[in-house]
Each structure stands twice: as C-alpha cells, then as structure tokens.
C-alpha cells in the first residue's frame, strides 16, 4: 500500500521558469512532510520540509505548500536551473515517529 | 561536516553469498535507517535501529538481517544474495530535530 504517491515519474522544463511538483498521501496522520533531492551516484540530500501546522513554507527559490483537506503537497522551484535537474522524492511522517515514508520520486529535468 | 559513510560505493557479488554492507555516522544521531531505491518504486525501509542492540522491522526485510553493536555503526547483512536484491541501498541517519542526512549509497549487483 503507498502511502505516499508521486504519480508523474518525469517532469521537463525549461530553465527559467516554475517547476511544480506533486505529492498526495492516503494516511491523515501524517503531519510532518518533506523533499529531498537526488543527484545519481549520491545519496538523497533534504531540501525543505512543512509542519501540517503550516500550510507554506519557503526557502530561497523553493516553496513547498500544504493542503490538508487533499492530502496533497508540492514543491514550486522558481526561477528553475540547471543544477536542479535531479530525482525529488517527497517524504511523510506522522508526529513521535522517527521513520520516513517516502515516494516513488520524480525525475526533473531543465532544458537550457 | 556532518557525514554518513558507507563502506562501498559499488559491489559485485554471486548468487549465495553472504554480503555484508556497513554505515557510519558522525553526528551521534540516535536513528539509523537501511532503504534500498529501485526505478518506480523509490525508497523502500528495510530495517531500522532507534538505539544500539535495538531494531526494528521496516516494509521488506525479509532477505535481510542487521546489527548495530555500536551507536555510529548500522550493519546490513544479506544472508544468501539473490539477483532480486541487485539495487541501491541507502543509509541514513537522524535524531529528533534533524531530518534524514544520507550516505552516498552502494550499488550492489548480484550475479
């Protein structure tokens, strides 16, 4: 059973503009979400996280909203580079509980 | 600078042997995870450990056994590889303020 789906494998844009990538989870005890990005031949790095308390957050080009009612999240990259070509895997877990479920992840790539 | 190693990059093995992958962290993190990334199905747990001696199942063990004798150190250990466990395995690590930092993952091949 996933818990946590990234339902496009792939996504193509062009450097400059938003990358917008998806994730939905089935389990409403999730409150603690995150995106990790991964380069290959390395392992995930953490890029930015939400608490279900918030239903934004940001960091430099990277927003990551919330929306509980749909039990979906997504990751805005803007202005896309580059550099961001890379696996995005988002991640859930609920409160008290160290363990991560994670996505299938999506590729990104940005055309120059 | 915080890290998580892993003792191979890439690993070749035959069909029935007994494999042994090692993770060491230097943050004195508490957490310590066994995941393993196939195309599709993206991290699956294997095992975890939230203390030294302690374990804990995760979503596809079976195959799989581990040891933490040491705080710093998470051992995956596969009992008699068989070519359905070719793929990449990350470790990582965490405490209760901190995500997940990775290791740069082993690329095991069974053949």
């Known amino acids: 059973d996933q818990q946590v789906k990234q339902n496009s494998p792939s996504l193509s844009v062009q450097e400059g503009r938003i990358s917008i990538l998806n994730c939905d989870y089935t389990?409403?005890?999730?409150?603690?979400f995150l995106w990790y990005k991964k380069y290959p031949a390395e392992g995930p790095t953490f890029l930015i996280s939400?608490?279900?308390?918030?239903d934004k957050n940001e960091d430099g080009r990277f927003t990551v909203f919330l929306n509980k009612s749909a039990k979906h999240l997504s990751l805005h990259i803007v202005p896309s580079q580059p550099g961001d070509s890379a696996v995005y895997f988002c991640?859930?877990?609920?409160?008290?509980?160290?363990?991560?479920?994670f996505g299938q992840g999506t590729r990104l790539t940005i055309n120059p | 600078d915080v890290k998580v190693t892993q003792s191979s990059r890439y690993l070749v093995k035959r069909t029935g042997e007994k494999v042994f992958l090692e993770c060491v962290q230097d943050?004195?993190?508490?957490?310590m995870f066994w995941y393993r990334q196939d195309p599709g199905l993206g991290l699956r747990l294997i095992y975890f450990?939230?203390?030294?001696?302690?374990?804990e199942k995760g979503d596809i063990p079976e195959g799989y056994s581990v040891s933490r004798e040491k705080k710093e150190r998470f051992s995956l250990i596969l009992e008699s590889a068989s070519t359905n466990q070719t793929s990449m395995y990350l470790c990582?690590?965490?405490?209760?303020?901190?995500?997940?930092?990775f290791g740069p993952g082993t690329r095991l091949t069974v053949t």
């Open positions: 990582a690590s965490s405490s209760l303020q901190n995500p997940y930092f």
């Open positions: 389990n409403s005890m999730f409150d603690y």
């Open positions: 939400i608490s279900s308390i918030k």
């Open positions: 991640a859930a877990s609920r409160q008290g509980a160290q363990k991560l479920v």
């Open positions: 943050m004195d993190h508490e957490n």
């Open positions: 450990s939230y203390d030294v001696k302690m374990k």
